[in-house]
């Protein structure tokens, strides 16, 4: 079933402004609800970090690689960031994408540009107005427009968006035979790390309308979480790594344990000692944030965004 969500209808609006939450996804759940589907897919990135009661994310699928994509407009082919022109213009509709790239290119312009992945490509590449669009690497990817990425942002340049890459399949949390079914589909490492993700944005109470950023590694049992955020110009920013060990024996949890969610979350057959403690990462990483000042640069940023 094909369905059109609030998103992607208003597009002469910059994500951050339209100020509904569940931009992407209220339709789809009306849907869930009224029992006219039993399973929805989304972007995870595009879920809120508390979902409304009775619904759960059922899966979380293997993560495609959730950095961020320069796709450059044909007459600046093979170029880099760095070797645009001063003044150049970037297409992005994000918040955390611009702060982190003004910062980092001062010699480079930021401009909105909203519109699925074909329009924006087209926006590119019909028009003088962008020398580059910044795009996540996982949607040019699943729609078979890798070639168009003319550079990857790595952490060092760009941090990503809390869940970027990952697929979420939200069911009904009551439905247990959906959900049995579905949980097959999760990848314990990008569980682990979403979740970690997800807490820390909850933590901060981030979202759409102020620049919050995450990267995650998982090496030899240890998750790695590194968060930030940033003023809306990039020159104010507070970023912090922290570990955790997610090395558990899975335990069968019979009984009530069954239906515990994290951060709208429901894994079964991810051990519960591990997604607690990406939680609890998450949660810490905010924190630490948080007593260095995070509120008020994430508030001067909600307020500058409400006020454009």
């Known amino acids: 079933v094909a369905m059109s969500t609030t998103g992607d209808k208003i ?7 339209i100020g509904e939450k569940s931009l992407f996804t209220k339709e789809l759940e009306n ?95 019909e028009k003088e107005d962008f020398s580059a669009i910044i795009l996540a690497a996982a949607g040019l990817k699943r729609m078979g427009w890798e070639n168009r990425i003319g550079q990857l942002l790595g952490p060092e340049d760009c941090l990503y968006a809390v869940g970027q890459g990952a697929l979420a399949v939200e069911v009904r949390a009551k439905d247990q035979e959906i959900l049995n079914m579905v949980s097959a589909l999760h990848d314990a490492d990008t569980v ?29 049992g240890q998750l790695y979480l590194t968060g930030a955020v940033y003023s809306l110009d990039g020159s104010d920013s507070l970023k912090e790594t922290m570990q955790t060990s997610i090395s558990y024996p899975h335990q069968n949890e019979d009984g009530p344990n069954d239906d515990v969610q994290h951060v709208g979350i429901t894994a079964k057959n991810v051990p519960g000692q591990a997604q607690e403690a990406a939680e609890n990462l998450g949660v810490e990483l905010a924190s630490l944030l948080l007593s260095k000042g995070a509120k008020h640069i994430l508030s001067v940023a909600r307020q500058l965004n409400d006020a454009r």
């Open 192 to 220: 682990l790390c979403c979740i970690a993700e997800r807490a820390f944005m909850k933590r901060l109470e981030g979202g759409c309308s102020v620049p919050v950023a995450v990267n995650t590694l998982m090496k030899d």
């Open 31 to 125: 849907a869930l609800e009224r029992n006219e589907v039993d399973l929805v897919v989304h972007s995870l990135k595009d879920l809120p970090t508390s979902l409304p009661p009775g619904f759960t994310i059922g899966a979380v699928c293997k993560r495609e690689n959730p950095l961020d994509a320069v796709v450059f407009h044909p007459k600046n082919c093979g170029k880099t960031l760095s070797l645009l022109p001063e003044k150049s213009v970037i297409g992005t509709s994000s918040l955390r994408r611009a702060a982190q790239l003004k910062k980092k290119f001062p010699h480079l312009e930021f401009r909105d540009i909203r519109g699925n992945l074909n329009t924006r490509l087209k926006k590119l590449d």
């Open 11 to 17: 597009l002469d609006t910059a994500l951050s402004k």
